[in-house]
């Protein structure tokens, strides 16, 4: 049986491909069409998958959506009622899209259908999934765990914002539910928009900018704005904020509080106070979420945890629960946000839907194969696509470019790496990064201002080899999908001076912590991934020739794309990255690439095309 799960026209489009339950592709939208975050029909993504099936869209035995137009619309309706007439500007900009086009969605999806098969069947294929159970689906059924509890937590799905679910076998039931609009993603992201990030995607910058910061204003945000129960659920006050109704995440009075306006991101500048309240956000969240988890193990008894969600990439909350030991094991999702929902639907349909039985990995292993369930290309094809770009390599054998490669990153150079299937979910897992040396102090602010264009204060992660990691980290598990953060270990840290202590803000950035600088954070902390030869045997022998090369099992590794620009996903797109900044070695499969050796003519002047804060 074949099942095809959807996500699109929100944000974050995507397709899931799954067989007799097993999952054979998925890939986002925005990695084909080169539109960050594109909400379009996933037309190429589901392409790849139908190809990646070798079938066609006639073979499909369904489709499933994440969620539930229908339900959004009421909720949408419902709000607007609620807070009528306050809000009818939004109102106004809000209802003719629906009425035009998201109240019709089943229409639109099947007249994109029609346009792969003109007699698909969709009246009889077609099945809708509700948001959270999508996101429950994608966290419990791949799991390695027969029974868990699954916590969903995003900005909102048709209603729910936080639900609680309980699985077992093929079984999943939700059983609580917080509804809209109350939601820890979007107080999150009222933050975000707040210090003037972008809603949606600037989340991520708030988590790394709050270890620069001390969380001064958490007590305001409990005291005024969040009201926490003790089992973790919460009620916003509304008064605060403009999402319901207006076109922005929060109002004056929100500001009031913390005695600032909204950051202006193209005119002002970060301050400590935009530090301070990343940090006090952060922690707020942290607080929610491990309230959230103790009651869940309280009540349900449960030993096993997964998460999703776009919350659930909070990966400094996740290792707070890990180190906490509330619960046995946890499993996060690693494409935790709205596109993991289009794998979702599809084990919704494929296990509840059709009750169909559903087979643990086994040894602790999940069945996400590593999160590499994306396109990739053959030797010869590679070559091909390279040559025509105007592209000058070398092609060696495998242990020549794991030997070349590891001496680059040795050497201290910026390394694209572009091989075997590409990753799902918006981490870069070893198919798709640049990687570097992190025992080098400059390798931070080189990667971020002159290889990825974007603010140096940005954090980087490291791939350690899993065998290796307990030495160097307090952690001593899997951790394959960088969506867990640990200290780095004791002995490997730098003792501060007085003088460094007394630092504050982003002059904390341009001193070495730890033997590995380029990954340890402010805090000591690093989102580890953990790297293991049967899931990326490549990527496991670059990381260990380097580890005999230099004593260190740790490489850096931080998505292969520029700031603006989704992942790469094809060889012209790795190597348009690779002439567009400042990387100095590019692997695409078995070619080799040297900066020098590349015509100046097509170089791209790609650090103008962005703004940095």
């Known amino acids: 049986m074949k099942i095809l799960g959807l996500s699109a026209l929100y944000h974050d489009s995507a397709a899931a491909l799954i067989e007799d339950g097993r999952i054979i592709a998925a890939a986002q939208e925005e990695r084909f069409t080169r539109k960050k975050h ?102 419990f059924f791949p799991s390695p765990f027969q029974d868990a509890a699954i916590l969903t937590m995003d900005g909102v799905g048709e209603w729910t914002t936080t639900s609680l679910a309980m699985g077992s076998g093929n079984s999943l039931e939700i059983h609580k539910e917080l509804h809209f609009p109350h939601s820890l993603g979007l107080l999150y992201s009222a933050v975000t928009y707040y210090t003037g990030f972008k809603v949606n995607s600037g989340e991520y910058k708030v988590m790394g ?42 109002n004056d009075r929100f500001a009031a509080v913390f005695g600032q306006p909204v950051r202006q991101a193209d005119k002002d ?169 992190p025992r080098s102090p400059t390798m931070q602010k080189v990667l971020n201002l002159k290889v990825k264009y974007r603010e140096s204060f940005r954090p980087f992660a490291p791939s350690v080899l899993r065998e290796d990691v307990a030495e160097w980290f307090e952690i001593d598990g899997d951790s394959p999908y960088m969506l867990l953060v640990a200290p780095v270990a004791e002995q490997h840290r730098r003792q501060m001076t007085a003088e460094e202590n007394a630092l504050f803000g982003i002059d904390k950035l341009n001193v070495p912590r730890s033997s590995l600088p380029a990954i340890t954070h402010v805090d000591y902390s690093a989102r580890i991934q953990t790297v293991h030869a049967d899931t990326n045997p490549r990527y496991h022998a670059l990381i260990s020739a380097f580890k005999g090369k230099t004593g260190c099992p740790v490489v850096v590794n931080t998505s292969f794309n520029v700031r603006g620009e989704p992942i790469v996903c094809t060889p012209e797109d790795a190597f348009r990255c690779f002439m567009g900044s400042e990387i100095e070695v590019l692997t695409v499969g078995n070619c080799f690439l040297k900066k020098e050796e590349q015509d100046p003519a097509l170089k791209l002047d790609y650090k103008n095309a962005f703004e940095l804060d």
């Open 269 to 437: 500048p970060l301050t400590q106070f935009h530090m301070d309240m990343a940090a006090s956000i952060q922690a707020v969240t942290e607080h929610i979420v491990l309230k959230l988890a103790r009651s869940i193990r309280q009540e349900t008894g449960a030993r096993n945890l997964c998460l999703a969600g776009g919350v659930a990439l909070n990966c400094v909350a996740n290792g707070k629960i890990l180190r906490e030991g509330i619960f046995d094991n946890i499993w996060i999702q690693p494409a935790a946000g709205d596109a993991g929902g289009a794998l979702g639907a599809a084990l919704a349909g494929y296990h509840i839907h059709k009750g169909q039985p559903r087979t643990i990995t086994g040894g602790g292993k999940d069945a996400m194969q590593g999160s590499y369930l994306g396109p990739v290309w053959a030797q010869d094809d590679i070559e091909a696509r390279l040559k025509a770009a105007g592209a000058v390599f070398s092609v060696l054998t495998d242990d020549q470019l794991i030997e070349q490669t590891a001496q680059a990153l040795a050497d201290e150079k910026a390394v694209g790496w572009m091989q075997g299937r590409m990753e799902f979910g918006p981490r870069a897992l070893g198919g798709r990064s640049i990687l570097g040396d």
């Open 38 to 139: 594109d909400a379009a029909f996933p037309k190429l993504a589901i392409e790849y998958c139908l190809a990646e099936a070798g079938c066609g869209l006639n073979d499909i035995d369904f489709v499933v959506f994440y969620d539930k137009p229908f339900l959004k619309f009421e909720r949408l309706l419902e709000t607007y009622m609620s807070f009528a007439p306050r809000g009818f500007t939004s109102f106004k900009t809000a209802i003719p899209v629906w009425l035009k086009e998201k109240l019709f969605q089943k229409d639109l999806l099947a007249k994109e259908f029609k346009k792969f098969a003109k007699d698909f069947d969709w009246m009889g294929k077609m099945l809708f999934a509700e948001h959270h159970l999508s996101h429950a689906a994608s966290a």
């Open 209 to 250: 900018l709050a270890p620069y910061g001390e969380p001064k204003y958490a007590d305001a945000i409990l005291d005024k704005i969040v009201d926490v129960k003790e089992d973790g659920s919460f009620h916003l006050d509304q008064s605060y904020f403009d999402y319901c109704t207006g076109l922005t995440m929060t």
